[in-house]
Structure formats: structure tokens, C-alpha cells
């Protein structure tokens, strides 16, 4: 495990969790936070012992508080933040594909969108802000009943970020996403879960491991790489334009998976009426993803 100063994580029985870990500024997130996320992700792919993520805050009182105001009024002004180069160029013109100008939060939650395991959201508090939005490309979120969800931004004089102008109408549709980010105000976990953000809700106590149960369900039985391009296969279709972008796909992944040992030890586990013992890995075998997707640049 990589030695992390603003999360903690753990791998057992398969399941590797993410805990935001910031207990005096609720979990609120930084640039740090974002760099360590998204390292704790590459791990979690590249370990073929993980089988699902889980992600969760520290305490009772937050998920994840949103971006971290230490700065003040000046927390969005890039331009004034030491820890980034200015995309602002000396004539007073702006290069809008240099890095400086990327959101953190979309870079955190581009890479949740390409993780190759399933990705569980345990929110055990306030989820506000990039705490509600890195949510949203995660496969499952789970709340406790006391947590709370806001997407607040309009109300702190800004948009949505984490690239949640996608992500959220796709999973709730667009008249309720324009609903909560017009009014920016903070909403109870039981109005996530009738807007569709959120597909059950536990006591604080039971939601760990409501989520390890779940990650185990969706995982116990089926071939590791199968999952990981199913993964793929279903996010990156959402914004397909026609279903012949799904059938190419579907086509490309039943020719190249036929062809692997999982797919003899599927057939022959279910005949031979036993377990299967699934041979191939997600770190070795996997196809090349992007020879079936174009990825495009910033």
C-alpha cells in the first residue's frame, strides 16, 4: 500500500476501500486528495486480488464535505493558487487545453469512469459539492440514513464540476439534475433515494458493511476480466449516439472473451454443475481498450 496522507486504504477478502481521512476539515477535499484518489484507483486496477472498490469518509459526520475553503473567497480563483501553472498566456488570452485549466474533481472522476472493478459508494455523512459529484460514476451508492447531499454550486457562485453536467442527468434524468443544481440546496439521504441518486439506504452502523455484502454479491461468482469489460461496455455506451456503437462493441468483446480459457471454464463449471475457477486476469488479459474506444484529449 502506498504511504497516503489524505486517505487510508485497505484490500481484504477482495474488497479494497478507499477512506477519505481529513477528520478535522470533514473530509473536505484538496489537489492532494484528488492526486492520492486517483493513485489509490491505478492500485486497485493493477491488483488482480481486488474485486470491487468501496469508497467512504472517515467518521459519522462526512463523506466528503466538498472542496476545502481553507482559501477563502479565492478557492476557485486558479490563477491565484501557488500549487497550479496559469493557463493565462502573457497576451491575456487563456489556453483552454492546458492543464492548469482542467478540474480536479473531473480528473478524479474521469478515472473512477475507467475503472476496470466495480466501484461501490459508501457515504456515511455530508456529500456535498465534489463530495456529491465524485459519487456519480461510481456503479453503486449506498447512504446512511443521516447522510446528506448537495449539489451547491450555483449557490457558491460557480457550476457544476467533475464532469457532473454528464453523469447526472444520465443516472437521474435531466428535470430532477436541473432541479437540485438550480436550487443548490442540502437534501436528506430519503430524497436521494426517490430522485434515483441513491439505490438503498442503512443505519450508520450497518452501511460498511452493507456495501462489502454488495461488493461480494456482484463479484463472488463471476470471471474477473468479464466484469471489468462489462464495466466499460455498459458506462461508455450511455452516451452512444446509435446502437450500432454497442453492437461494434459487443461484437469485438464476444469474439476476443470466446476465445479466452474463461469462457471454457464457464461453460464447463455450469455443465459440470460445480464452481467455477475463472483463469484469466484483468492485469494480463484484458483487451486493449483503446482500440475499441476513442478516448478524447482535454
Known amino acids: 500500500m502506498a504511504d497516503y496522507q489524505t486517505i487510508l486504504t ?29 493513485a489509490a484507483f491505478d492500485e486497485a486496477d493493477a491488483d488482480d486480488a481486488v474485486r470491487a472498490v468501496i469508497v467512504t469518509g472517515h467518521g459519522d459526520r462526512a463523506f466528503c464535505a466538498g472542496a476545502d475553503l481553507a482559501s477563502g473567497a479565492e478557492t476557485f480563483d486558479y490563477d491565484k493558487r501557488l500549487d497550479r501553472d496559469s493557463p493565462q498566456r502573457e497576451d491575456g488570452s487563456v489556453d483552454w487545453k492546458h492543464r492548469g485549466a482542467r478540474d480536479g474533481g473531473g480528473q478524479l472522476t474521469l478515472r473512477i469512469f475507467n475503472c476496470r472493478k466495480p466501484v461501490i459508494g459508501a457515504i456515511n455523512g455530508a ?22 447531499f448537495g449539489f451547491v454550486f450555483a449557490r457558491r457562485g460557480i457550476v457544476p464540476e467533475a464532469a457532473s453536467s454528464w453523469f447526472l442527468p444520465r443516472l437521474v434524468g435531466i ?36 456495501a462489502r455484502a454488495l461488493a461480494t454479491e456482484l463479484t463472488a461468482e463471476s470471471a474477473p476480466v468479464s466484469v471489468a469489460m462489462t464495466r466499460q461496455m455498459l458506462w461508455r455506451m450511455m452516451g452512444a449516439d446509435h446502437p450500432i456503437e454497442a453492437h461494434r462493441m459487443d461484437s469485438r468483446a ?20 460445480r464452481p467455477a475457477n475463472y483463469p484469466n486476469a484483468v492485469s494480463t488479459d484484458m483487451p486493449d481498450l483503446h482500440e475499441w474506444f476513442d478516448d478524447p484529449e482535454f
Open 10 to 38: 485497505d484490500l481484504s477478502d477482495g474488497i479494497f476501500t478507499i477512506t477519505m481521512h481529513r477528520p478535522d476539515r470533514m473530509n473536505a477535499f484538496t489537489e492532494r486528495m484528488m492526486h492520492e484518489m486517483i
Open 127 to 148: 456529500a456535498v459539492g465534489i463530495g456529491a459529484t465524485m459519487t456519480l460514476p461510481m456503479d453503486f451508492r449506498l447512504a446512511a440514513d443521516h447522510a446528506r
Open 175 to 210: 428535470s430532477q439534475a436541473l432541479k437540485w443544481c438550480y436550487k443548490g440546496d442540502v437534501f436528506r439521504a430519503e430524497e436521494a433515494r426517490a430522485g434515483g441518486l441513491v439505490q438503498d439506504i442503512y443505519p450508520a452502523g450497518d452501511l460498511l458493511a452493507a
Open 254 to 273: 464476444i469474439w476476443y472473451r470466446g476465445r479466452q480459457e474463461d469462457a471454457q471454464e464457464g461453460i464447463l463449471s455450469f455443465l459440470e454443475k
